[in-house]
């Protein structure tokens, strides 16, 4: 962030009207404060992710444990449990915002992209039934805390240990 002032403060010492629309050396400074508060903030949501899980006494992303046996082990907190969705609903929002600003900065018309987003929302909601019947199923197990990653469940004539846990699918072994 210091760098992105300093290179506006220099381009102003040199004349650049760095305030002006339309300017190209300040569409790159915005550019790169955009990508550098985007990864600032991408590296804050993950470390705070991760300390929470590890308070809850889950493991963090990339760091699975091995649960072993049949029986599983006594399952992870809810939260530790919610944690890694709210993760990837962080980073995608994250991501999506920054990529905006930037293809803004950088002179694109960003209204036909959301124009765009709302056609393929209709599109998948009348596409997919099966796909959002999965998710809310998914979000209501989430949220009435049905199972925790680490448990042991049998349902039907399939049962095991939760090994993950998403808003559409869980994985058993």
Do not use: H
Not at 16 to 35: H, M, S
Not at 54 to 67: D, K, L, S
Not at 142 to 157: N, T, V
């Amino acid at each position: 962030i210091i760098i992105t002032v300093a290179l506006g403060e220099l381009g102003r010492v040199w004349g650049i009207e760095v305030g002006r629309e339309g300017n190209a050396w300040a569409a790159f400074l915005d550019i790169g404060l955009a990508a550098i508060l985007c990864w600032l903030a991408y590296r804050s949501v993950n470390i705070f992710i991760d300390k929470r899980i590890e308070e809850e006494g889950g493991v963090p992303a990339g760091e699975e444990e091995e649960i072993g046996g049949e029986g599983g082990g006594a399952g992870a907190t809810r939260m530790a449990t919610l944690l890694p969705i709210m993760r990837y609903v962080m980073v995608i929002t994250l991501f999506s915002v920054a990529g905006m600003v930037i293809l803004s900065r950088m002179g694109f018309d960003i209204g036909p992209i959301f124009a765009g987003a709302g056609v393929v929302g209709i599109a998948v909601g009348f596409g997919a039934q099966t796909l959002i019947r999965d998710i809310f199923s998914g979000a209501f197990f989430l949220m009435d805390d049905a199972f925790r990653k680490g448990e042991y469940i049998d349902i039907g004539s399939v049962k095991g240990t939760v090994e993950k846990i998403s808003v559409r699918s869980f994985e058993l072994r």
